[in-house]
């Protein structure tokens, strides 16, 4: 199913909170050349090495870089740093995560509080030898892998219970988790493929029609179900994943809460699931 112009994304972890479900806590992955590209580095990270000896162990050899995007520094996002050295042992390893714009803070410095003694046996910068770190900041970032140049950009949610960010890849992908539903999203992901966008409860009760405006769907530090399929509907993606949600809440009902927006709002909807791959066509 792989060709040269797919982009094919896996869920390592769709979970938001807990690995629970069989679900690990938030990790997507996708190739692009010889590299690596890990969209939060939750519990579901581990599963890389299951999968370096077996679905990619043709590539894994050939990686040369694992580029590390960080939303936010809440340990079900990050708790996988701490075991990247040997998952990707051999191979360097970059780290895109808020700083400076966001916490005042540069971001290594942020990781150099997390990971440090006795929470840590070694400083960050130790504990993943040669490791770059960078914050990220609304200008995005420009990359070429694969002899192709693409982009990321980067939209600041400053109004989770701390502040995390959302990356978009070119028109391909956009992730989007751990912000209440923001008007200032729907241009962001205007016209992507594919939205990764957190749904951490069923929020149908909060509505009405397909023209609620997106504040009648805010409350608490999270979106709904509703918030990201109307974000994903004004916004015009091709398609609408939904993923971190709150594993208090069985996967069955979310299941059926996806489908309620899909039949709703009438976009292409469903639920992400662990190592369930998203195939996405590029050219
Ligand atoms: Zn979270
Ligand atoms: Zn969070």
């Known amino acids: 199913m792989s060709n040269d112009s797919n982009l094919i994304i896996y869920p390592l972890g769709s979970e938001g909170w807990i690995p629970s479900n069989g679900q690990e806590t938030i990790c997507f992955a996708f190739f692009k050349g010889d590299e690596i590209f890990i969209l939060d580095a939750g519990t579901g990270i581990a599963r890389l090495m299951g999968l370096r000896e077996t679905l990619f162990k ?27 050295s040997a998952i990707f042992r051999g191979i360097p390893i970059s780290v895109y995560a808020p700083g400076e714009v966001s916490y005042g803070r540069p971001a290594l410095q942020i990781l150099d509080e997390l990971f440090r003694k006795p ?6 910068d130790e504990l993943i030898e040669g490791v770059q770190v960078h ?6 970032l420009i990359f070429g892998a694969g002899g192709v140049d693409f982009t990321v950009s980067v939209k600041l949610n400053p109004e989770h219970s701390d502040p995390s960010v959302s990356f978009r890849f070119s028109n391909w992908l956009a ?21 990764l966008h957190e749904a951490y409860y ?12 997106l504040d009648a769907h805010r409350s608490g530090p999270h979106t709904g179900t ?3 399929g109307l974000i994903a509907k004004r916004a015009g993606v091709g398609r609408l994943v939904l993923m971190h949600h709150n594993p208090e809440i069985p996967m069955l009902e979310m299941e059926s809460a996806a489908k309620n927006v899909r039949d709703r709002i009438g976009i292409d909807c469903r639920l992400a699931r662990d190592l369930e791959e998203i195939v996405i066509e590029t050219t």
């Open 119 to 124: 929470y840590s046996p070694r400083p960050f």
């Open 226 to 228: 509703f918030g990201a």
């Open 58 to 84: 043709e590539r894994w050899p050939r990686i040369k870089r694992a580029h590390i995007f960080l939303t936010h520094y809440h340990l079900d996002h990050c708790i996988g740093l701490f075991w990247a």
């Open 135 to 140: 914050d990220v900041t609304p200008h995005g």
């Open 175 to 195: 992730f989007v988790t751990d912000t209440p539903p923001e008007k200032e999203t729907i241009e962001f992901v205007k016209g992507v493929k594919v939205l």
């Open 202 to 213: 069923d929020s149908f009760d909060a509505y009405r029609d397909i023209d609620d405006p």
